[in-house]
């Protein structure tokens, strides 16, 4: 058994998983940019786990930022400022003494689609996650793609097109559902963005809206043109896309129809299959698993 945490900005879910990925149980708690606050609440969940369950072999965590996964230190930690440059995972098993294991959260999402989802099969894939902004992981010839400071896959750096303002140009602006959609359509209505969701602007776009229809051909617009950029570049047999926006019926089909007219009229190479990822919100959860027992199982050989 393996407790897994998935901590966010906002809120921290948890599970009680198994050693073939099968969630047995959950649970939640808002997250506060406190490593102490942070480490309490894990301290007291692990210790009610272990009250019914004495068989709990470590905590896997999906984390956000850039995280050196052999010391288990945390390089960057997103929107959670007191985990800068900290030493989590030496920490963690100090304060609760009990294996830990750490990892980027989008590569918690590919790891699970590796391990149990739709990446069973694959060699070589990418993955993007869309929402607040994008995020990326790299799986080529069968290993995760780390890069010379961990930073590997951080797709929403990338600039999607030639706006003088390079912040509203890159990828987890403009192709995010925060920037890509809400922003800029809030931007072009001169309204408080902070009101608006997503799923308005497209309900906007419905009703004929020719700015809420504009700003959606934007956001597909810059994510095809990404995805196409890292697919001739890195040549992968699948790319895989998460979030909550994917699961709209025709998200995938128009990204594809994107690429298309992209390859027809300047690549010869053949595109990879985009997919929707398998798991949703328990990505996270189950990828830090499967990286917590393959990092175990290195330690072991």
Known sequence: MFLSFDIGGTNTKYSLINEYGEILENGSFLTKDNKEIIFKNIK????????????????????????DVKKGHMITGG??????????KA?????????????????????????????KECDNFICLTVGTGVGGAI??????VRGSEYAAGEFGFMITDRRENYEEASLSMSGSVRGGLI??????????????????IFEYAATGDEIAIKTIDE?????????????????PEKVLIGGEITKREDF????????QILKKDVCPLKMPKIERCKFLNDSGKIGAVYHFILNNKSRKN
């Open 219 to 235: 956001f597909y617009t810059s994510l095809a043109y990404s995805i196409y950029n890292l697919s001739v570049s890195l040549n």
């Open 44 to 67: 007291e969940i692990t210790e009610k786990f272990q009250a019914v369950d004495k068989n709990i072999e470590g905590l896997a965590f999906s984390m956000p930022g850039v995280i």
């Open 252 to 259: 995938v089909k128009i990204i594809e129809d994107k690429i």
């Open 139 to 144: 799986y080529i010839d069968g290993k995760m």
């Open 183 to 200: 922003q800029t359509y809030a931007r072009k209505k001169n309204i408080d963005w902070q009101e608006l969701t997503g799923e308005q």
């Open 91 to 119: 920490e963690l098993e100090k304060y609760i003494g009990i294996p830990v294991e750490l990892e980027n959260d989008v590569n918690c999402v590919a790891l699970a689609e590796k391990w149990r989802g739709n990446a």
């Open 79 to 88: 929107a959670l400022y007191d985990l800068y440059d900290f030493p989590f």
